[in-house]
């Protein structure tokens, strides 16, 4: 890489960034025309943006500057996409993950964490269910008919990742099993703070007295989508 813009563009998408306004609105005081015209190298980093630069991308400025060893590793493969903030008409959207990892409802799956699409949600909408950080909501299908009627084979869920703690909230949750995921319903026992992990379809065994650090919850679920 021979050039600012060609190293300030690497960096970007080494950290996750798909484009130059998703950085823009990660940084403050800097345009996403600003960064397009720097990677393009229509205009030179000075100095300052790019120690602003190197602070979100971490990077050192230097390298941004000059160039050199310091950088992203180059052979590295392709990060995880970060949630983007997308604009359609006056309405904002947030672009969440897909993952191809089925939960199980039933027996398991197995879990793969590469992304297979992305779905839309209003962004007004989503902050009135959860205040997670965008990246770490994502959306996995149910797999089996263990938590029929509330959830069905290929069902889609929306999993807030930062609610690990069904002592806190009962609710349902993604549990990880031996052999995949697995949404199950999960409520605490108010004095002595056990688990029971229950399935809607009477068919499952229900598990009780389960204490919290024997079992790794992942999310909460907090939506659900189905196809009529």
Do not use: C
């Amino acid at each position: 890489m021979e050039t600012q813009g060609e190293r300030l563009k690497f960096a970007r998408k080494a950290a996750g960034y798909e484009s130059a306004a998703a950085l823009a609105r990660r940084m403050s005081g800097i345009h996403d025309s600003t960064v397009r015209a720097h990677e393009a190298d229509a205009r030179g980093i000075t100095s300052k943006r790019a120690r602003q630069y190197a602070s979100t991308l971490k990077v050192p400025a230097n390298w941004i500057l000059y160039g050199g060893d310091d950088g992203p590793d180059e052979t590295a493969g392709p990060p995880p996409r970060r949630a983007e903030i997308i604009e359609i008409g006056k309405d904002e959207y947030a672009s969440i993950a897909i993952y191809p990892s089925r939960a199980a409802a039933g027996a398991g799956a197995v879990a793969n964490d590469t992304e297979v699409g992305r779905v839309l949600f209003r962004l007004q909408w989503l902050r009135s269910v959860s205040r997670a950080p965008l990246d770490r909501l994502g959306v996995i299908e149910v797999d089996g008919d263990s938590m029929e009627p509330a959830l069905r084979s290929g069902d889609h869920v929306l999993v807030d990742t930062t609610e690990t703690r069904p002592r806190r909230k009962d609710g349902l949750y993604v549990l990880r099993a031996d052999d995949g995921l697995q949404v199950k319903r999960v409520s605490a026992h108010p004095v002595n703070g056990l688990l029971t992990i229950a399935s809607d379809n009477p068919a499952y065994q229900t598990y009780p007295d389960i204490k919290p650090g024997a079992i790794e919850v992942l999310g909460r679920v907090i939506w659900l989508g189905r196809r009529v």
